[in-house]
């Protein structure tokens, strides 16, 4: 069979695209800046007819320009492309397609950004992410490894039957060695490119954690540990078994409608014993007409809670946004109207304008969906006294809390009265989404075109250097007893929620 010949080296489309572009850039700097009369956000381009390498190189050529947090992030274009362009032309070369897909998801977790992300839109390359996953993930080990506050790595979940437990792991092993290296080497070495993005560092470990216990079904993996109480360390060598990946299931820390959907009502509210209101809110939208559900308006929901919690004279409040997957961010600040006393600064939203070239704050009416007035942000306006609850509220939060939903922490850990409670911060992605690029194969890139800024237009919540998000005030432990407990179903984190509440008191 004949080889194709070799390709022309990419960097050379990249480079003409690279040097147009900061032609453009320093136009832009040399003539006097253009009040734009109005907001022309970046355009979803089409380049899935373009070659593998010529796609690549249009794509970041778009994100280098397009892509709101390149400074905020420090990213450095020139050093990706010139490690992932020669991965993509050796793909092509190849006919790989399974090495293609998986350079393009590993270029996109470079950005460390839960809203940058590269969705399958095809049957054909639906195929090609099973066979990725029949490569590097479908077989399990039966466990659950998580680190402790003592840096310690156990087994806090042992399937029954599984691979671990017939070598006599048992759940609250210490796992000393994997494949032969010391377990914090194994770790820093896994592969995971078929991981959810992952903003922050400490995220990074728990999905390198996630699949550590992975494999290709039948694959071996020697392993040494310890059980609790146990005088001596054993080894054993496991066999992955097909699981329909159990382990990843339940250690999923995406957001709502990732892991589970549509659901018949967006907030749900009830008092818990202690007269302790309870609100969990799963995302700042209105359910969709076409869905089945309830389909009053999220913000009358979330305030009709506020008004029962208010006329039972709760002792507190709860508002569980975990895996609350986000949506608007004026529905945020009117739903912190509901325990604000004076009005309060949320944000401004800035975004690439290319009827001028700069990144300009503009005001979104979200009711037409226009962007309707310069330099105006987005405020909360208390309600009126009666409507309002003033007494300690808290609000839970997990890693899975993306994007509006961590405007909800963020308002909430503002309030005087206010905490946040969590083993986990919120993701650290609180960008604007809706820029994109289709690419060969069947898969749409998308990235966020805006950023949102806090009161002196610096950017807010998202991520960098590994740290982002909005952090839990009062942290859960992560001692063995409470992470073996939250596998189990017990909800550790809310009964550390309404243990602070009884301790901040009433108003």
Same mark, same amino acid.
């Not at 590269?118 to 054909?124: G, K, L, T, W, Y």
């Not at 770790?187 to 993005?197: F, G, T």
């Not at 809390?401 to 405007?407: R, T």
């Not at 073996?484 to 179903?489: E, T």
């Given at each position: 069979?004949?080889?194709?010949l070799?390709?022309p080296a990419?960097?050379y489309a990249f480079a003409?695209?690279l040097?147009?572009?900061l032609a453009?850039?320093l136009?832009v700097?040399l003539?006097?800046a253009?009040q734009a009369?109005?907001?022309?956000?970046?355009a979803?381009?089409?380049?899935?007819?373009l070659?593998?390498?010529g796609?690549f190189?249009e794509?970041? %050529?778009?994100?280098?320009?397009?892509?709101?947090f390149t %400074?905020?992030?420090?990213i450095?274009?020139?050093?990706? =492309?010139?490690?992932?362009?020669?991965?993509?032309?050796?793909?092509?070369?190849?006919?790989?397609?399974?090495?293609? =897909?998986?350079?393009?998801r590993r270029y996109t977790?470079?950005?460390?950004?839960?809203?940058v992300s590269?969705?399958?839109?095809?049957?054909?390359a639906?195929?090609v992410?099973d066979?990725?996953?029949a490569?590097?993930?479908d077989?399990?080990?039966?466990i659950v490894?998580q680190?402790?506050d003592?840096g310690a790595?156990?087994a806090?979940w042992?399937q029954?039957?599984?691979?671990?437990?017939?070598?006599?792991?048992?759940?609250?092993?210490?796992?000393?060695?994997?494949?032969?290296?010391p377990?914090?080497a194994a770790?820093?070495?896994?592969?995971?490119?078929?991981?959810?993005?992952f903003?922050?560092?400490?995220r990074r470990d728990r999905?390198?954690?996630r699949?550590?216990?992975?494999?290709?079904?039948?694959a071996?993996r020697?392993?040494?540990?310890?059980?609790?109480?146990a005088?001596?360390a054993?080894?054993?060598r496991l066999i992955?078994?097909?699981?329909d990946?159990i382990?990843?299931t339940?250690?999923d820390e995406?957001?709502?409608l990732v892991?589970e959907?549509?659901p018949?009502k967006?907030v749900?509210?009830q008092?818990?014993?202690?007269n302790?209101?309870?609100v969990?809110?799963?995302f700042?939208?209105?359910?969709?007409a076409v869905?089945?559900?309830?389909?009053t308006?999220?913000l009358q929901?979330?305030?009709?809670?506020v008004?029962?919690?208010?006329?039972?004279?709760v002792?507190?409040?709860v508002?569980?946004?975990?895996?609350?997957?986000g949506?608007?961010?004026?529905?945020?600040?009117?739903?912190?109207?509901s325990?604000?006393?004076q009005?309060?600064?949320y944000? =401004?939203?800035e975004?690439?304008n290319?009827?001028?070239g700069a990144?300009?704050?503009? =005001?979104?009416d979200?009711a037409?969906?226009?962007?309707t007035?310069?330099?105006?942000g987005?405020w909360?306006?208390p309600l009126?006294a009666?409507?309002?609850?003033?007494?300690?509220?808290?609000?839970?939060?997990?890693n899975g809390?993306?994007?509006?939903?961590?405007?909800v922490?963020?308002?909430?850990r503002?309030l005087?009265h206010g905490?946040?409670?969590?083993?986990h911060?919120t993701?650290g992605?609180?960008g604007?989404?809706g820029?994109?690029?289709?690419m060969?194969?069947?898969?749409?890139?998308?990235?966020p075109?805006?950023r949102s800024?806090s009161?002196?237009e610096t950017?807010?919540?998202?991520s960098r250097?590994?740290?982002?998000?909005?952090?839990?005030?009062?942290?859960?432990p992560?001692t063995?007893r409470n992470v073996?407990?939250?596998?189990?179903?017990r909800?550790?984190?809310?009964?550390c929620g309404?243990?602070?509440?009884?301790e901040?008191?009433p108003?």
């Open positions: 069979m004949s080889r194709p070799p390709l990419p960097r003409l695209a040097i147009v572009t453009l850039l136009l700097t003539t006097p253009a009369e109005e907001l022309v956000l970046p979803p381009q089409d380049l899935s007819g070659s593998w390498t796609a190189a794509l970041h %050529t778009k994100m280098m320009r397009e892509y709101a %400074t905020w992030k420090g450095d274009w020139p050093a990706l =492309y010139d490690e992932y362009a020669p991965q993509i032309a050796r793909a092509q070369w190849s006919g790989d397609q399974l090495a293609y =897909y998986l350079t393009l977790q470079e950005l460390r950004d839960g809203h590269i969705s399958a839109e095809i049957p054909q639906q195929a992410l066979a990725a996953y490569r590097l993930a077989g399990g080990f039966g490894p680190r402790l003592s790595v156990v806090a042992i029954p039957g599984g691979p671990a437990a017939k070598a006599g792991m048992k759940a609250g092993a210490r796992i000393v060695r994997w494949r032969g290296r377990v914090n770790v820093a070495r896994v592969d995971i490119a078929l991981s959810p993005s903003p922050t560092d400490a999905e390198r954690l699949f550590l216990t992975r494999a290709r079904v039948g071996t020697v392993v040494t540990f310890r059980n609790r109480g005088a001596s054993r080894t054993a992955a078994i097909a699981d990946r382990t990843l339940m250690t995406r957001s709502t892991t959907g549509w018949e967006v749900e509210h008092i818990l014993p202690g302790v209101g309870y969990r809110v799963r700042e939208l209105d359910l969709p869905l089945p559900g309830d389909h308006p999220t929901l979330f305030r009709k809670a008004a029962d919690f208010i006329a039972a004279e002792s507190g409040v508002v569980d946004v975990r895996a609350n997957s949506g608007s961010d004026q529905m945020v600040a009117d739903m912190m109207a325990f604000y006393d009005r309060s600064f944000e =401004y939203g975004y690439l290319m009827a001028s990144w300009e704050i503009w =005001y979104c979200e037409t969906g226009a962007f007035q310069r330099d105006a987005i909360i306006h009126s009666d409507e309002r609850y003033v007494g300690p509220v808290v609000a839970l939060v997990d809390c993306v994007s509006s939903g961590e405007g922490a963020m308002g909430i503002r005087p905490k946040t409670v969590g083993f911060g993701n992605s609180f604007m989404v820029d994109q690029a289709a060969p194969g069947g898969y749409v890139v998308g990235w075109y805006g800024l009161a002196s950017v807010q919540i998202d250097g590994g740290r982002g998000g909005v952090a839990p005030e009062v942290r859960v992560a063995w073996s407990r939250q596998l189990r179903g909800d550790v984190v809310l009964e309404l243990r602070e509440l009884a901040m008191g108003r």
